[in-house]
């Protein structure tokens, strides 16, 4: 069984930065993509930053320049580096993987989520 795993965010100050962590727990045999996705009070959840196994990173526009996702693939985690945050940022942020096994082909997991605030 996989499970997701999500640490870090909480309060911080407009211009401040937080970084989010995420660790795919359990047996696999190779994670496809990880992303993050975040979700304010009253809207959907969007996507804000994405990575691939061909090593393709995408971000959302409102975070490029901000917001930086890196990998650690021996830890089978990641991470969201948020810098230069502003009360937009304000939101559920959600941990994602589109992960294979053999017994189960691929499945998409996801964490259980972390907030974090921004106060201006």
């Known amino acids: 069984q996989v499970r997701l795993v999500e640490s870090g965010g909480g309060l911080v100050q407009t211009g401040g930065s937080t970084r989010l962590s995420c660790e795919a727990l359990?047996?696999?045999?190779?994670?496809?993509?990880m992303g993050w996705y975040r979700q304010a009070p009253g809207k959907q959840r969007d996507m804000v930053a994405g990575?691939?196994?061909?090593?393709?990173?995408m971000y959302e526009d409102s975070v490029k320049g901000r917001f930086t996702i890196s990998m650690d693939l021996a830890k089978s985690a990641m991470y969201l580096q948020m810098d230069d945050l502003k009360p937009e940022d304000t939101a559920d942020y959600y941990c994602?993987?589109?992960?294979?096994?053999?017994?189960?082909?691929?499945?998409?997991?996801w964490g259980q989520g972390t907030q974090v605030t921004v106060s201006s």
């Open positions: 994602t993987a589109n992960i294979y096994d053999y017994s189960t082909g691929s499945l998409t997991y």
């Open positions: 359990g047996r696999f045999y190779k994670i496809n993509t």
């Open positions: 990575w691939t196994s061909s090593g393709r990173i």
